[in-house]
């Protein structure tokens, strides 16, 4: 089974990495300087301090013809739409597609989609692209997925195929494992990036952990959560498991980059007005993050 993989970011060339020892991968990359630099020196992950350099293959995007047998799609959410009017160009093969994105807006931009099968993924692992051909992986999770359009046969020979250190489970239920998936952003990512802490200090320090767990009760509303304590649980665990990572949210404002809160928090928000709820905690820490991107784009 051959794996392309869109997306140069940390995840994209994470997955590169842990993949490569069981499939052939192609990643495409946004630049050309990129794919030269993964060409030349093979992606270099780090992993518990030690440096493991991996054969991987790589294109810029432009190049992409969706010959692959599974594509995953690692871009942010706010790239989706780009990605979306290429992957419909004639000339692109209508294969199979995995989307990992944050949030659940991309949900009724998938539906437009004529490809044969359409996967939706949820990733857990925390990681840091150290520059164009090395990634740090700094908390190791399980990746889930679940159908989200046609047949799981492919999906199900993709799990068989994984390598261990790649930990696959497959979900029968796409939107309650990106519900799951919803919350736990909305939470870690949004507190991290104002407060400028790694995951882990919002459970370890009490006065970080009263705001989460009130965002949580707040959010639960939103979606008339039933087992509460399963959702924050969960919640819980990544902030454990990916304890010293900085999340993409506290790294993107770092970094003078659009966030991806539209997709995360901005959804809440719409399900909220919808329903005619308040969330005010929500409604707060988007608009703060609002303000931090501004300010680090020099708008303000």
């Known amino acids: ?25 192609v990643l495409y990359t946004r630049t050309v300087m990129q794919s030269d630099e993964i060409n030349k020196n093979g992606i270099v992950l780090i992993q518990n301090g030690k440096e493991t350099r991996k054969n991987v293959s ?16 690692s871009v942010k959410q706010y790239q989706l739409e780009e990605i979306l009017e290429m992957l419909q160009n004639p000339d692109v093969a209508k294969g199979s597609l995995a989307f990992l994105q944050n949030g659940m807006s991309h949900l ?7 490809h044969e099968n359409i996967i939706v993924g949820s990733v857990e692992h925390g990681a840091y692209r150290v520059n164009a051909f090395t990634v740090r992986h ?3 999770g399980a990746t889930r997925m ?12 993709f799990a068989a195929f994984a390598p261990q250190q790649f930990p696959l489970i497959l979900e029968h239920d796409y939107y309650e494992m ?17 407060l400028g802490v790694e995951n882990g200090q919002l459970i370890e320090n009490q006065h970080y952990l009263n705001v ?3 965002l949580f009760e707040e959010i639960a509303t939103v979606f008339n959560l039933k087992n509460r304590q399963e959702y924050i649980d969960q919640v819980v665990e990544i ?15 770092e970094a003078k980059r659009r966030t991806e809160v539209d997709a995360i928090l901005g959804y809440i928000l719409e399900e909220a007005l919808k329903q005619g709820k308040k969330v005010p905690l929500s409604h707060s820490l988007f608009h703060f993050v609002k303000g931090k991107e501004i300010f680090r784009e020099g708008f303000s």
């Open 212 to 214: 989460f767990m009130e």
């Open 1 to 25: 089974m051959k794996i392309g993989i869109i997306g140069g970011g940390s995840i994209g060339m994470l997955f590169a990495a842990l993949l490569s020892d069981s499939f052939p991968i």
């Open 138 to 140: 700094n908390g190791i």
């Open 108 to 114: 009724k931009l998938l539906s437009n989609l004529d």
């Open 239 to 253: 902030c454990r498991k990916t304890a010293e990572n900085r999340s993409s949210m506290l790294k993107d404002i």
């Open 58 to 73: 790589a294109l810029p995007i432009f190049d992409y013809r969706g010959t692959e047998d599974l594509t995953l799609i």
């Open 178 to 194: 990106l519900l799951k998936k919803l919350i736990a952003n909305a939470i870690i990512n949004p507190l991290t990036a104002l």
């Open 146 to 157: 679940a159908v989200f359009k046609g047949n799981g046969n492919l999906l199900s020979n």
